[in-house]
């Protein structure tokens, strides 16, 4: 049974996250501390290869996948850039404590948008369309490996959207230069459009959490084979 594999990595640190600032659509660069957290974490844990690399085009991304993946030119994608926090861009939760718009966002952020900014309806149909086209082209080709360097947000997004198990999306949070490994089954992702997550990134990272997350990866590959047998069973039914 073939199947595809594709690791979410999220960017390494930058000022604006030590800061604690909405850093959407700015292009900021990787801070000192973030290239030396990237290159500590490849030297002493494993980040997966594969056959087909994908950036968000803002430069944290493409830095992280040159620190980690020197040899490789990434696929840019601009749907997988993280959310234009419009006006709201650069500032810190304190700093916007008195805005009402802004208590308003934080009560319905999928309705609501940043002043020019994307809601987080608009954001989620964005990423999600770019990364079902990804998926289509992997398919199509027959590449089964890709690595996808983007932002938390999008993670966040796409694996509320696509992950068994099923969680939202604060409970799939990711810490800067970590990730999320996906596994796709052809027919049950055209009939159900789900993934198995089966690891964390990177691997080998804090053993003892992999091992506490071993029994929910579990079920995850649990649910999936539960489901592609199922339809394996009933096309077998009808044939």
């Known amino acids: 049974m073939k199947s595809y594999q594709i690791h979410l990595i999220r960017h390494g640190m930058t000022q604006a996250n030590l800061q ?6 700015t292009d900021v660069p990787l801070s000192q501390e973030g290239i030396e957290q990237l290159k500590q974490y490849d030297k002493r844990y494993r980040y997966p290869g594969a056959a087909v690399f994908y950036s968000s085009p803002l430069q944290r991304c493409v830095q992280t996948m040159k620190l980690l993946y020197p040899q490789v030119e990434p696929q840019l994608v601009p749907g997988l850039a993280e959310c234009n926090f419009g006006q709201w861009e650069g500032k810190t939760a304190q700093e916007l404590q008195n805005d009402e718009l802004f208590a308003q966002w934080l009560e319905n952020g999928q309705q609501i948008s940043p002043p020019g900014g994307e809601s987080g309806k608009e954001f989620a149909y964005r990423v999600c369309s770019a990364f079902e086209k990804l998926v289509e082209g992997m398919l199509r080709s027959g590449q089964t490996q890709a690595v996808v360097v983007t932002h938390g947000g999008v993670i966040m997004t796409l694996m509320a959207a696509y992950a068994l198990p099923r969680a939202s999306s604060f409970d799939w949070m990711v810490d800067s230069a970590c990730g999320y490994s996906l596994r796709i089954i052809p027919g049950l992702w055209m009939r159900d459009m789900v993934a198995e997550a089966y690891a964390t990134l990177p691997q080998g990272k804090n053993a003892k959490a992999a091992q506490h997350s ?23 039914s009808n044939s």
């Open 20 to 25: 604690g600032r909405y850093i959407g659509s």
């Open 214 to 236: 071993e029994p929910i990866l579990n079920i995850a590959r649990e649910a999936a084979e539960r489901a592609y047998h199922t339809e394996e069973h009933s096309e077998d």
